[in-house]
């Protein structure tokens, strides 16, 4: 029995052992999975990106927009196939869009690091090409050309892409695409949807720029910046020696040479519990290239243009909780861009409609305003333009609210400039827009000055939280200062015939119905 039982022992001594070997060999039990955490640093929606220090935040929305009696997705028919009011001239236009935006916020030793970017995806309905042949269409167009991908009827599904904003912000300093220093808080939109307001600088899209911004504390801050000029700010260096295309003929070619400075900003800005004022100044500079095209020609000097704003919100007025009135005003010289901004379409009128002139096929608007005019052999002679835009928005309700809105500018050419439109004698003889003077035209006022007034009103109502229907109809008038009939060469792009047509004053509408689901 010894001898079993000795067996026995020793036999579960070599298994004990065994057993802790290959327990041994076992593999290490695997961490438990790191969820994403809530980053309450920065406000509700951050989350901290797994196995950094970085906090980030997704956001965006999904927007339908039916624009009626427009041609564009942003403003009225004031030129081109809009401006036609003709066959060429659409009922309707049509865009949905999704917006993606991801923002990052990291803490250091310096402050906070954050990074921004936002894009948009859009398909816009199909517009008449100015410049097509008749009958045809493009999808989504930019300007005059399609998108790429987006000009037949096969491709329509791709859409174009938008780069709203995409910048850094460190220690004090933004360097990127960001909106302008300029531009008031509400940009172009007081208390509309409506892209076209004008008596104001507003740069929806952002701006490349380097920026400082000081805090001094109590709501007051101070902005420097220097910000590209090209993209959103050049309103037109125009060669009157030159002879430009269609009915801007008149107006000369647009002669830039190459940018060689940037825009120069600076801002004032105070926010308090019951509102906010704001002071922004702005020096722009008109660099042309050669009169005549080469190096031997000449050129005119540069000239420096600048402009002012000052802006005011107040919030919370008696009328009721939450309702605001927001108001600014602007001047500017040589400087257009920052009154009429580069989504209003005001800078640029040719607008047609009916006459009641004997002999006349119909009426025709002028209303064109570039940073500056030059002819062979002289200088630059900057363009003047001051403005307002302001509007009321009332809530009814948590779901309901209604805005009333309006704007008006006024483009002012110089002695100068006038004389070299419309001629020593102000009657177009001798000036570029001599170039409509034809034996059956009766011009009794040459005058390239004018104003743009509009006013609007919209109405939002939103039934659940992030969700917002609203209409917003806005009413344009062209008030100029061309008077008597000329003799109109025509367009066969957007089908108007070579005629005699009279100089008068211009008005469209546009509503815009929108849906919009933010998240």
């Not at 257009?336 to 005001?346: E, K």
Request: with cysteine; proline share 4%.
């Amino acid at each position: 029995m010894k001898i079993v039982k000795g067996l026995l022992l020793g036999s579960a001594a070599v298994l004990a052992a065994s057993s802790g070997a290959m327990a041994a060999d076992l593999p290490v039990k695997a961490k438990a999975v790191e969820y994403v955490k809530v980053c309450s640093l920065y406000g509700p929606g951050f989350y901290f990106i797994p196995g950094t220090d970085t906090c980030i935040k997704l956001g965006g929305y999904l927007r339908v927009d039916v624009l009626a009696n427009t041609n564009s997705d942003h403003t009225g028919n004031y030129a081109g196939a809009g401006g036609a009011q003709n066959r060429f001239t659409n009922g309707y236009t049509w865009r949905s869009r999704e917006d993606l935006n991801v923002d990052t916020r990291t803490a250091t030793e310096y402050g906070v690091v954050r990074t921004f970017f936002d894009a948009t995806f859009s398909w816009t309905s199909d517009s008449y090409g100015a410049g097509a042949a008749a009958g045809s269409t493009v999808y989504s167009p930019i300007g005059t050309s399609a998108a790429p991908n987006n000009a037949s009827s096969g491709g329509v599904a791709a859409g174009t892409v938008g780069v709203y904003y995409a910048f850094i912000q460190f220690a004090g300093f933004t360097m990127g695409k960001a909106v302008s220093q300029f531009s008031a808080p509400w940009a172009n939109y007081p208390g509309n949807n409506f892209d076209g307001l004008v008596g104001g600088g507003g740069t929806i899209t952002g701006v490349n720029q380097f920026t400082y911004t000081a805090q001094f504390g109590n709501g007051v801050s101070l902005a420097l910046s220097a910000q590209d000029q090209s993209a959103y700010y050049q309103a037109g260096v125009q060669n009157l020696g030159v002879q430009g295309t269609g009915a801007l003929g008149p107006y000369g070619a647009s002669d830039y040479a190459g940018t060689i400075a940037p825009d120069l900003v600076a801002s004032l800005r105070v926010d308090q519990a019951w509102g906010l004022f704001q002071a922004s100044f702005a020096a722009h500079n008109n660099h042309a290239a050669y009169y005549g095209g080469t190096e031997v020609t000449g050129h005119p000097d540069d000239k420096w243009g600048w402009a002012g704003q000052l802006a005011l919100s107040i919030k919370n007025i008696p009328t009721g909780p939450g309702d605001t009135i927001n108001v600014q005003g602007v001047y500017t010289n040589g400087a257009t861009r920052y009154n009429i901004q580069d989504l209003s379409g005001a800078g640029a009128f040719t607008s047609f409609g009916n006459t009641s002139v004997p002999g006349a096929y119909q009426s025709i608007g002028f209303g064109i305003a570039p940073d500056s005019v030059f002819v062979s052999g002289g200088s630059q002679q900057l363009i003047t333009t001051y403005g307002v835009r302001g509007a009321y928005v009332h809530n009814w309700n948590p779901y309901w609210n209604t805005s009333v809105y309006g704007a008006w500018a006024q483009v002012n050419y110089n002695g100068t400039a006038k004389s070299y439109i419309c001629g020593p004698g102000g009657t177009g003889v001798g000036g570029s827009f001599g170039v409509l003077i034809g034996a059956t035209s009766n011009l009794t006022s040459c005058n390239p000055d004018y104003s743009v007034a509009q006013i609007g009103t919209q109405t939002q109502w939103t039934p659940v939280k992030n969700l917002t229907f609203s209409a917003d109809f806005t009413y344009t008038h062209l008030d100029q200062n061309y008077a008597g009939t000329i003799s109109y060469p025509g367009s066969a792009a957007i089908g108007k015939p070579a005629a005699v047509y009279s100089l008068s004053n211009q008005d469209t509408y546009m509503l815009l119905l929108r849906a919009q689901r933010n998240w």
